[in-house]
């Protein structure tokens, strides 16, 4: 499977993004899709989840504001990101894997490069 994340950019406080992540091959309805993200001298954080069964987990302090789904058909996965905060700004990485997480140290077998999303105040 390969990972290609895009719909990053600029935004104010307040404003909404939505990311996508095209994943390659034919297997992609068995993983569970995942967006992580890392800002700037910290480590990478798990953001959210969507599981091959539909099931979806999110970090706390993106409860209610994200939006993680997937379109199975057309091998992508979205973040929609409302009411953005300064704090949401990183860079975010789409990834793949058959087990489910909610940690950013879990065994991911797939990686996309990172797009950027930075909120402004």
């Known amino acids: 499977v390969q990972l290609q994340a895009s719909g990053g950019g600029l935004v104010q406080a307040g404003g909404s993004l939505r990311l996508s992540c095209a994943a390659s091959g034919r297997t992609f309805s068995n993983y569970g899709m995942y967006w992580l993200r890392q800002a700037p001298g910290k480590e990478r954080e798990f953001v959210a989840v969507v599981t091959s069964g539909g099931s979806t987990y999110y970090r706390d302090s993106v409860k209610g504001r994200f939006t993680i789904s997937r379109d199975n058909a057309k091998n992508t996965v979205y973040l929609q990101m409302n009411s953005l905060k300064p704090e949401d700004t990183a860079v975010y990485y789409c990834?793949?894997?058959?087990?489910?997480?909610?940690?950013?140290?879990?065994?991911?077998?797939?990686w996309g490069q990172g797009t950027q999303v930075t909120v402004s105040s």
């Open positions: 990834a793949a894997a058959r087990g489910v997480f909610t940690t950013a140290r879990g065994r991911y077998d797939y």
